[in-house]
């Protein structure tokens, strides 16, 4: 199996027996690429990790499984309906549709919007990339997200230029954009503090379902993840 993930941290998390994690930094190009590489001798794909809030009063820690995901340039594409099941009963998160983008949806408006165009309860950039590779190589695909900034948020821009291409966090960039605009420094920290609360629920997610993902053909495997405070210097700001 291979998971999908934006960030270091996501993929960290995800990886196990028989799951192969890949992170894409918010390179959608470079993502697909890989992505189709790695897919050749995949029995499924899953998109594991955070994600912004579009539906009204999502808070942080907000997990959710995808019926299907929006794309900007063509039909939704729909998850495998029995895994999504499985992953919904094991984890107790609705099933709801999810919006994949190619660019961040920062600010309150942009999310009011997309979620009334496509109804869609959550947004990421890594799910419509996973979803198609799925459908290219006719294999189940599902996703698993986590509501990091609800829909009445608004995503400060250092929060955004910190994520490089690897899937690392951009320190330096982060700084830099702080230097510029001391004025995100409240938002910032509220923006960390709902990026943590989405990572101890994913990381809760992640060790309450067997190493594949509760996909049943993989079988079921003990967990080995790291603790909770490992992953503490790893949130995304």
Do not use: C, Y
């Amino acid at each position: 199996m291979i998971a999908v993930t934006g960030l270091k941290a996501e993929a960290k998390l995800a990886a196990g027996p028989q799951v192969h994690a890949l992170s894409g930094g918010g390179d959608g190009a470079r993502l697909a690429h890989d992505l189709h590489a790695a897919s050749a001798n995949a029995g499924a794909i899953i998109s594991f990790g955070v994600a912004g809030g579009l539906a009204p009063g999502l808070a942080p820690g907000s997990v959710l499984v995808a019926r299907r995901i929006f794309v900007e340039d063509g039909e939704p594409i729909s998850a495998d309906p029995t895994w999504a099941r499985a992953l919904s009963a094991a984890l107790g998160a609705p099933i709801v549709d999810f919006a994949g983008v190619d660019q961040p949806v920062a600010d309150r408006a942009g999310k009011r919007a997309l979620h009334l165009r496509t109804g869609a309860h959550a947004v990421d950039m890594e799910s419509h990339i996973a979803a198609r590779a799925a459908a290219h190589r006719r294999i189940p695909f599902a996703a698993l997200r986590v509501v990091a900034d609800p829909a009445e948020r608004q995503l400060p821009h250092a929060a955004l230029v910190a994520m490089r291409p690897d899937g690392a966090i951009a320190f330096g960039a982060l700084i830099r954009s702080l230097a510029r605009d001391p004025g995100q420094i409240a938002p910032l920290m509220r923006t960390a503090r709902d990026a943590r609360a989405a990572f101890s629920a994913l990381l809760r997610g992640r060790q309450m379902l067997a190493a594949g993902f509760g996909f049943a053909n993989l079988g079921e495997f003990v967990l080995d993840v790291p603790a909770e405070d490992e992953f503490g210097w790893s949130l995304p700001v």
